[in-house]
Nanobody, 124 residues
Framework: QVQLVESGGGLVQAGGSLRLSCSASGRTFNDHTMAWFRQVAGKERELVAAIYWSSGNTYYGDSVEGRFTINRDYMKNIMYLQMNNLLHEDTAVYYC?????????????????WGQGTQVTVSS
């Protein structure tokens, strides 16, 4: 079965950096879109960044573009989110997710595969 496992979250000061990792297993992910979402309690999950697994083409939400970088190790089925210049407003639970199909979809309901989430807390 498909399994996504995040790691790398933690506590960091504003202006600092973290790198999140998501190990994906259970199938090949060609023709899949993989993504990072984040969520604050009581709010809808927000698409942070997405990547087409095969081509490596990327998408970024407006709030993180220029600060975050999504990438993947195609051979190892690992997806990364490099987060630089972190802001207090980046504090959230970050989830990796995947769906079959190529194309940017903001709606989290379209993503079939989810990790357990990892907490990122940015102190002021």
């Amino acid at each position: 079965q498909v399994q996504l496992v995040e790691s790398g979250g933690g506590l960091v000061q504003a202006g600092g950096s973290l790198r999140l990792s998501c190990s994906a297993s259970g199938r090949t992910f060609n023709d899949h879109t993989m993504a990072w979402f984040r969520q604050v309690a009581g709010k809808e999950r927000e698409l942070v960044a997405a990547i087409y697994w095969s081509s490596g083409n990327t998408y970024y939400g407006d709030s993180v573009e220029g600060r975050f970088t999504i990438n993947r190790d195609y051979m190892k089925n690992i997806m990364y989110l490099q987060m630089n210049n972190l802001l207090h407003e980046d504090t959230a639970v970050y989830y990796c997710a995947g769906r079959s199909g190529i194309g940017i979809v903001r709606d989290s309901e379209r993503f079939a595969y989810w990790g357990q989430g990892t907490q990122v807390t940015v102190s002021s």
